[in-house]
């Protein structure tokens, strides 16, 4: 049944109640579903089929989970999932598990509604995991042509999706479409249809916006040719390259749309063991990345570094979990960063800040000082990793201050919350974890499987942690170590308050330290319990 179809009958249905005086009930109309074209590079899944408000949507395999992605404008969406087989479905679960929603099940299907855009990951019984990615509508999708608007596949440019190298027609477009920015005193636009695309790596340039069309994929192939080694992974003997990144001293660029930017994973590994960082802002302020959706990256996806005024929304980081090092967003010594309504999966961190010194292999060609970093914002996650949910660490090399993560869902994780000041002697002050809900701990790190651990090291001196802030913590699953808060002689860990912190089968909040199962404690001050 089309949308058209379903809205005249919602109006008509409550026409002849309010006719015969019947009670209304006050339920959403259906849902604008926008369908994202899938290209063949990626496989259909073998185990799901899913609709939404009746329009099929593509269900792709993923090493370790499968994905679907679609928007939808306001309104509800009924989604119908079933599986390939038809054989029919015992025991499911929907998360977050906070939206508290529910389904009806009729042999292979599974249906439930939602009344919003959401990032959702949904089990049945023997299957894997299926992320539901639904992004809210498109609103400022540009023209293809015109005025500021640079086509990669128009001439001069001419590129063309497949195999082949496209990057010197993209970094042409990106550079005339700076130039044009900047001599008119706003952005240019590279605009990219959908396809795929083999590419180089790419610099970005002050007063440019690069939309990617849904279907649109700039992919990584790692053949070294055709990179440059911007620094070398000690931990890992591997070089590293930025696929995309900034100019040194950029300002006002975006990247947004409802494309990817692909690392292409352990393939890209292949050819000459080069690792890839997706998206390096770098030494640029105004920056901003809209609804596009990273994957299989080989190292650190996204790593904002010494830079301000930086948003990142509706961000997906599908990244694989038979392959270490794959953070999600590491935020480095930047200022005035907001992380907003983002899923990041992977076996490395999805979300952390990280400071450093200049002789670190990351910053060792890069010039300049190291910077502290200051006022960063993570809000409206969804977090699915084998390390920490959520993460101040390792590296506080320069003073790490007024970091705050918000209305966050553990979906699975070692460690939910964590402050981890393995390196320096900087300190961390002034960091507040609130709203957090912690669905499950499966997995283990460092020895912790736990809800909570904060904690420093000795490697490059030691720090104090002061002035954490836990409120309104939901922990379903404790995890089996002892939450921890541990710092070193010297270098205390002092001023914890643990507000509103719901432990497992309690309707109640924790009043004591035993309750929580935080009883790990070494070189701490003041731990305060507000109920």
């Known amino acids: 049944m089309g949308t058209r179809l379903l809205l005249a009958l919602s109006a008509a249905l409550a026409v002849v109640a309010a006719v015969l005086g019947l009670p209304q009930t006050s339920q959403a109309a259906p849902a604008a579903v926008q369908v994202y074209p899938v290209p063949s590079i ?14 099929s949507v593509p269900v792709t395999r993923y090493p370790g989970y499968d994905i679907a992605q679609f928007a939808i404008g306001s309104g509800s969406a009924e989604l119908a999932l079933t599986k390939v ?27 439930f509604t939602v009344q919003n855009h959401e990032y959702l990951i949904v089990k049945l019984d023997g299957r894997p995991k299926l992320v539901i990615a639904i992004d809210p509508a498109e609103t400022n999708r540009p023209p293809s042509s015109g005025a500021g608007v640079f086509n990669v596949r128009s001439a001069p440019y001419n590129a063309q999706p497949g195999p082949g190298y496209s990057t010197t027609a993209f970094q042409a477009a990106l550079n005339d479409a700076a130039a044009w920015g900047s001599a008119n005193g706003r952005q240019g636009t590279v605009y990219v249809p959908a396809g795929v695309y083999t590419l180089g790596n790419l610099y970005l340039r002050s007063d440019l916006a690069l939309y990617l069309e849904p279907g649109a994929v700039l992919r990584y192939t790692g053949e070294r040719e055709h990179y440059d080694v911007h620094w070398h992974k000690d931990s890992q003997q591997r070089d590293i390259t930025w696929f995309l990144s900034t100019r040194y001293s950029s300002k006002n660029i975006s990247i947004y749309g409802r494309g990817v930017i692909d690392g292409n994973g352990k393939a890209s590994l292949a050819p000459d063991n080069l690792g890839v960082n997706l998206l390096t802002p770098i030494y640029t302020t105004n920056f901003s990345v809209d609804g596009i959706t990273f994957r299989e990256s080989s190292s650190w996806a996204i790593m904002p570094t010494r830079s301000s005024g930086m948003n990142f929304r509706n961000i997906k980081m599908f990244n694989r979990f038979d392959m270490g090092e794959n953070d999600g967003i590491d935020v480095m010594e930047s200022t005035g960063v907001r992380v907003t309504h983002a899923i990041g999966i992977g076996l490395d961190d999805p979300f952390s800040t990280k400071t450093w010194n200049s002789d670190v292999d990351l910053f060792r060609k890069v010039p300049g000082n190291p910077r502290p970093l200051e ?64 669905e499950n701990l499966s997995f283990t790190n460092d020895h912790n499987r736990t809800w909570l651990a904060l904690w420093t090291g000795n490697t490059l001196g030691v720090g104090p942690v002061r002035d954490v802030t836990l409120s309104n913590i939901k922990v379903r699953n404790a995890g089996v170590t002892t939450a921890r808060i541990n710092g070193q002689p010297g270098a205390p860990i002092s001023d ?36």
Not at 42 to 54: F, K, V
Not at 518 to 529: A, E, K, P, Q, R
């Open 42 to 55: 990626y496989e259909a899944s073998a185990d799901y089929r899913l609709t939404a408000n009746g329009q």
């Open 496 to 531: 914890v308050v643990l507000r509103h912190v719901l432990m497992p089968g309690n309707s109640a909040p924790a009043t004591t330290l035993e309750q929580m199962k935080l009883t790990n404690l070494s070189d701490h001050g003041t731990i305060t319990i507000e109920p």
């Open 375 to 438: 006022d960063v914002v993570f809000d409206d996650l969804v977090s699915w990793t084998y390390c920490y949910g959520v993460k101040v660490g390792q590296g506080v090399i320069q003073p790490q201050s007024g970091v705050t993560f918000r209305n966050v869902v553990v979906h699975d994780a070692a460690v939910g919350i964590g402050i981890h000041h393995k390196y320096g002697s900087a300190r961390a002050t002034g960091v507040r974890f609130e709203n957090i809900d912690i």
């Open 85 to 111: 087989n038809n054989t029919n479905i015992g025991a499911y679960s929907i998360s977050p598990a906070k939206l508290n929603l529910t389904g009806t099940v009729s042999g292979p299907i599974l249906k």
